[in-house]
């Protein structure tokens, strides 16, 4: 099983970044995918999750209108679009996959750095 996320970097204020994290070494549509974040010396919170085989969304009150996850199953892919970043979202972020009594599995994590 892998979960490898991609699109981090550095951007300024108010800038977009599109992160993907690409599955495998599972039935990726049958999971539901998540997006998770960590900055320093805070705890991991949930940002945004989408269901299995894909519709339905639900988001942190923090990103709701600014941030849009989504899946391509053909790709076993899914994205985290983040529009109008702002410093106090510089994290690392986390791709989960979960599936109740099937497995529970996560990325590396990629960083996400929000500064001018």
């Known amino acids: 099983v892998q979960l490898v996320e991609s699109g981090g970097g550095l951007v300024q204020p108010g800038g977009s970044l599109r992160l993907s994290c690409a599955a495998s070494?599972?039935?990726?549509?049958?999971?539901?995918m998540k997006w998770y974040r960590q900055a320093p010396g805070k705890e991991r919170e949930l940002v945004a999750t989408?269901?299995?085989?894909?519709?339905?969304?639900n988001y942190a009150d923090s990103v709701k209108g600014r941030f849009t996850i989504s899946r391509d199953n053909a790709k076993n892919t899914v994205y985290l679009q983040m529009n109008s970043l702002k410093p106090e979202e510089t994290a690392v972020y986390y791709c989960?996959?979960?599936?109740?009594?099937?497995?529970?599995?996560w990325g590396q994590g990629t960083q996400v750095t929000v500064s001018s």
């Open positions: 989408i269901g299995s085989p894909g519709g339905s969304t």
């Open positions: 989960n996959a979960f599936r109740m009594f099937a497995g529970n599995y």
């Open positions: 070494g599972f039935t990726f549509s049958s999971y539901v």
